[in-house]
DNA sequence: TTGTACGCGTTATCAA
DNA sequence: TTGATAACGCGTACAA
């Protein structure tokens, strides 16, 4: 029945239209829905139809990227896709890419700026569109600017703060956030407070202390810095959960009292419970703990970990947004660098009002 | 300096063969170091670099692709980016490709069967040469064989065993799992054992429970079946945790004693964690629990969560390996469908010798 | 050693 | 209503 194919190759539009009997131009009208479709006869389209499903036809993409001069693709370039921060992330971005013709191509560099780089010029030899590069942690080091810039992609960081160097930013309001979660500590009555601030070279850990000062200055809390500790530079996720783990152990063996602990974000706050829990000391019940993202082990965990939560979903989903308009509209104008986007207490089990009584 | 490109598009072949003075052919086979660029100058080949480098020329991967006819590119199809189980399968997959000239484009199907078709299209549009779908849960509803037939892509599973539609499927051996499950649990004393079954539909599921009742066989040890629950289907990750956590509850309720629990997963190990610490009971004091998979929490957890893990970057190292071998050799010769990975004993703190005394 | 011409699968333009 | 033809950017015989 079905025309024999030239060759083992794809089915092409060549042989949808051999074997429909029309020539390409026409084939490709009616199955694109161009505007000159409306002139084809109703049974002309019908049967090219039925014989491009039959023959299993599925346009060339990179072909039809060729002529059209457009791919139709924006580039999801992950830093570390293992952190479990940007699974959500990720999600965001699929779903407002989801509505458009738009497709992601989602590469991990692995952690490796090498491979990051690598990659990047995969993305830019596949003519994509518009980049959104899913920052955690420190990729400080790497410069995509140079070679994007050359090639005017429009381009925008979600979980990180690149607009020092007028890349165009989505982040939480992580002053806000930090503010939220020690003005939530306050509130259920604690004043001896612990903290594991995150590394330094992280902005996001700087502009959480900021938040978090900014409270204690306003109730007149004062922080008392042998309560304080603060992680070194990291290289992976993993690495925050034993930093939590490790600093928490060694503020407890001073034995300076404290009733709750405030993390630098949820796998650090996860490590600080480890380290309670070998100490001996409950939480809630001896020491509350509040941490900052909400990670999907957070809800996950016993208890369930109070924190702050990011709006990965929406961030993402703002993200993509941001380069399709980007696409869209040459409007240069300087559009807004800086997208902070709004945190959320999340009570969970964590935390609790401190108890009057003194245990222990 | 610079000479200006004709608009403003990418940098094209032509424009560093018309700066550098040279012929596109000549620039193409520089720079692709072809067989005849061993006949070109060398200070021929040194300018055409320079020149490549400083306009910043990207090879169309799509223009080259289509001259090729080869897009060198692998498709990774998953059904749910969000499940903690599939990151580490990502890694693998990355990681066996990196070395390769293939590159993976990575699509996540977000749960929804019409988003996997829809995705599965556009791959095929792409002309992957290659395959790999990860697998969780249920999609077994989904046929994608059909159109992956047509094409004669090759494919790979990874996380689910699809070899009864004659896809080639990687996954742990659930049985020996099971097995070792059940064993690590007996050995450590325990005879009162509850289990929290997956659903019906997982096949993984069932395969565990076939090495967990050849291990009660065994040794002789009688499975009460009033402490045996099993979840129902299930629609996406988390609901597994709040199912391990509702059963548990009910199990505790029935006043059935029990000094360990097993559980499908170890999502939803956690939600039995949490039931058993919402009814009082500490884990493993009180109670030990296993899961299965390892998914990155279970060791963040408090206890650390034991565990039978399935080696997941090998397994997605595996499966990317295989289509590699597909595409390589049309050694179409029956291969081998089904390939089973040892799974692992993870021995943490939730789970500990049963100890003598009766505590409540 | 280098240049010319053609093909890859599609789309757009222009004729018929 | 439909069909022919010229790009699109690149790789590669083949010729020079």
Redesign the pocket.
Known sequence: MVARRTNS?????????RTS?????????V??E?P?SR???????ELIRRTAAELG????A???S????RSQTIGVLVYDISDPFCMALLRGIERALYETPFLPIIMDADNRPDQFERYLDMLIGRRVEGLVLVANWIFAEIDPLSKIDKNHIPITVVGGDLTGRGIQSVVVDNEAGGYAAIEHLYRMGHRKIAFVRGPEELVDSSRRWVGIERFAAEVKLRLDPRLIVQLPGLKDAISSFDGGMKFTAELVETGREFTALLASDDLTALGAIRALAMAGRRVPEDCSVIGFDDIPHAALNTPGLTTIRQPMLDMGSLAAKLVLDAIAGPAESEAKLLHLLAPELLVRDSTRKKTTGLRK
């Not at 190759?9 to 239209?17: G, I, P, R, S, Y």
């Not at 009997?21 to 009208?29: C, E, L, R, W, Y």
């Not at 036809?57 to 060339?60: G, L, M, S, V, W």
């Open positions: 190759t794809h089915v092409t539009l060549a042989d949808v239209a009997g029309f020539s390409a131009s026409t084939v490709s009208i199955l694109n161009a000159l002139y084809v006869a109703a049974a002309t389209k036809y599925h346009p060339d990179m072909a039809r060729l002529s059209r001069r």
